[in-house]
Structures are given as C-alpha cells and as structure tokens.
C-alpha cells in the first residue's frame, strides 16, 4: 500500500458496531469490564485508548515501521525514550536540536548523571570520535533546527550498529513523507506531531516509532509508568491532520523552493539555508536520503539585528510565531525565540545569530507569500 492510501486507511477501519466511518473520540478514562480480567484489550487510558491506538497504528504504517507510541507532546515522546538509559550512561548527539531537546538534554538528564556529548552532525567520523565506553545512544535531527543542516543517517546508523547502539531520529522537520529513518538503518524514530503531522497548528503531540520489540516492549512500559499520554481528542486532531500530510508537504516544499530562489537572488538576504537549492553544501546528500526538501528555510539578513526586527515585524501573511509546520506560514526569531534556551557559546557554534530568520512555510498561494517577503525585505 502507498503512502497516501496508508494515511488515510491503516489503523481507521469502519468502527464495527455503528459503522462510524471515521475513527470516534473515544472520550473515556475507564473500560467497563464484564467480569473481573475480561475485557476488550482496555482497562484505562493512560495505558491504552482507541483513537491514540488508531493513531500509533498509523503512524508506524507511515514511518515503515512496526510499533508506533503516542505522546502528550514531542518533548514527553523523547523523555520517554531517554529513560531507556540509566545514571552514567552517555549520549552522542547531533549538535543542531530543537532548543528544547537542548534543554531537556543539559537542564533535566544531567540532573540523573546522563551525559551529552555534542558533535557536529555533517560529518558521521564526529559520532565515531565522540562515542566513549559508556556511550548507549546517538542522538540526531536531520534536516536540523534551525540551520537546515544535514545528516547521513546510513553512514551514521553503520557506526551505531558497529558500536550496538541505539541510533534515534527526531524526524519532525522533514516528516515520514520525505524522509524514513528507520528504512536508512534508525533504530528510534520521535517525531513533534504538533508540527507537520497534526500540520494545524491546533495540537501538541508527540511520537515513537521503532521496530525491534523489545525495545518497544520497554518504551511502551515507561509510556504507560511515566504518563506522558495523549488525549482522545488530541490523538483524533493528529489521526485527522495525517490524513492530508502527503498533499500538504508537496505543497510546502513547492512553495518553499520558490520562496528559496527568490530569497537567494535578494540584496537584503546574505545567505539562504535550504537543502533544496544547489547552494546548499549538502544538497548531494538531501537528494540521497530525502524524497523531498520539506517546507522551512532559514536566512541571514544583509543587516544588524534592529533590521532584521523590522523584517520579522513588517510581515503580514507569515505570522510572528513560535512552531513550525502549519498550513500557514510563520516567521521567527531562533536567536531571541525557538533558542533562546541554548547555551551563547553553543549558539554562536552553531550559527544561530541575531540576523538570523526561519521560515515556515505554508500552502497559502506562492505568489502572496513572496508578495509578502518582497515588501517586508524593500
Ligand atoms: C517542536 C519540536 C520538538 C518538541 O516537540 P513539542 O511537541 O513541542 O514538545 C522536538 N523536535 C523538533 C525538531 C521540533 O521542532
């Protein structure tokens, strides 16, 4: 089965009883058992409920995996995953993140005596060199937050099976349409659904798909004992987003090469981070491992950062907001917003500078939106 008709089919059958074509919201805490241990495969929702289980068969159709597991939110999907480890255990991690990996990473689990070891991600030698005799896991984001960087997630996942590693993907930016970690030899994929797969910006929720079970079996434990679960209407808004994902991406990615183009030949811009244009140093790469370039794009503005506020409050289509991965298009400021969190001198590493912008790009009509750009840049 294709990918379109999985979106749409896999895991949401007719319900048997009244024929509801569309999964319901199973809004319940409780299942009401006929005897005492018979029950329908559901006692409370925190451990199971049937529209997050429609929504985790789903995804993991997506993601070509097996097992899918649903969060409350993409930061709860990856705490989960990094209770896999235990005190003195360590971490090698692409140095590009979502900010609030960073944090989670070097404000949270170090409390628990976790180790991250940050590497620079283009290159997979840097995950060889920064593995130690504790080393358990590798961590990466690729295209990365916000500076687009690529990682080669083959090279990588032959050093973290060579090792036996875990080697987990957060593929929120590109989404299973673009991109499959797990057929590229990721043993974890963790996703933000509140991004492209819910695609609304109406949810926060989170991912974990994989494929071996045992690993599964234990996520799933910690799922169910730590608590961080989805909601019935939340799992339902995501199971609803995912059914368009595959028409929305080819339209952020179409409107996003344009708007990438136009930005490259602008006076005001000094560079454009997208891995669609051939200016991209990892373009070759993106081509390899991705069907797709997805829909944002970061820039540095031709100014200090008094100009680039302007341009980032002159916009009238692109809101001015945190999130990425809606249907509308939104601007942000990673320097004073998304990274605020990070560490100066891991910022300025990593080039995340007061002038620069990132775009998400919507599926509003291309020409307004470049419309827009043109008259917040003149
Ligand atoms: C937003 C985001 C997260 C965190 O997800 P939440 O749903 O906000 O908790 C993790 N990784 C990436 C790449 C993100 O963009």
């Known amino acids: 089965m294709e990918f379109e008709t999985k979106a749409i089919h896999v895991g949401q059958e007719p ?36 529209t997050r289980a429609a929504l985790e068969t789903a995804l993991a159709a997506l993601e070509n995996g097996k097992y899918g597991l649903c969060f ?48 620079d991600g283009r290159n997979p030698k840097n995950f060889e060199s920064g593995i130690t005799a504790n080393t358990k896991l590798i961590w990466l984001e690729t295209p990365t937050n916000p500076m687009l960087r690529l990682c080669d997630i083959k090279a990588i996942s032959q050093i973290s099976k060579a090792k036996n590693l875990l080697l987990c993907v957060d593929n929120t930016f590109a989404s299973p349409y673009f991109q499959k970690p797990l057929d590229l030899g990721a043993d974890i ?49 995501v199971l609803r987003g995912i059914k368009t994902l595959a028409v929305r991406m080819k339209k952020h990615e179409e409107n996003a090469m344009k708007i990438a183009e136009f930005l490259e030949k602008h006076s005001k811009v000094k560079k454009v981070h997208y891995p669609g244009l051939k200016s991209h140093p990892q373009h070759e790469l993106a081509k390899k491992q991705m069907s797709g370039f997805g829909g944002m794009i970061s820039i540095e503005i031709n100014g200090d950062k008094e100009a680039t506020k302007k341009i980032i409050e002159s916009t009238k289509l692109f809101s001015l907001a945190e999130s990425l991965g809606g249907v509308e298009s939104l601007i942000n400021h990673p320097f004073t917003m998304t990274h605020v969190g990070v560490p100066a001198e891991h910022k300025a590493r990593l080039g995340i500078v007061e002038n620069l912008i990132r775009l998400s790009v919507g599926i509003e009509d291309t020409n307004d939106l470049i419309e827009d750009l043109k008259q917040a840049l003149a």
Do not use: M
């Open 15 to 50: 319900e048997s009883s009244t024929g509801s074509t569309i999964v319901p919201i199973y809004q319940t805490s409780t299942y009401t058992q006929e005897a005492l241990g018979k029950h329908k495969g559901y006692e409370y929702s925190r451990t199971g409920n049937p």
């Open 72 to 119: 409350a939110s993409g930061l709860a999907a990856t705490t989960t995953v990094l209770c896999l480890l235990k005190a003195g255990d360590e971490i090698v991690a692409g140095d590009d993140l979502y900010g609030g990996t960073i944090r989670l990473f070097d404000r949270v689990f170090s409390n628990f005596n976790i180790k991250v070891n940050y590497v």
């Open 189 to 237: 994929v963790v996703h933000s659904t509140t991004k492209y797969l819910g695609g609304h910006s109406d949810v926060v929720g989170g991912a974990v798909i994989l494929n071996n079970k045992e690993t599964y079996e234990k996520v799933k434990f910690y799922q169910n004992a730590i608590g961080g679960t989805p909601g019935p209407f939340d799992s339902w808004l």
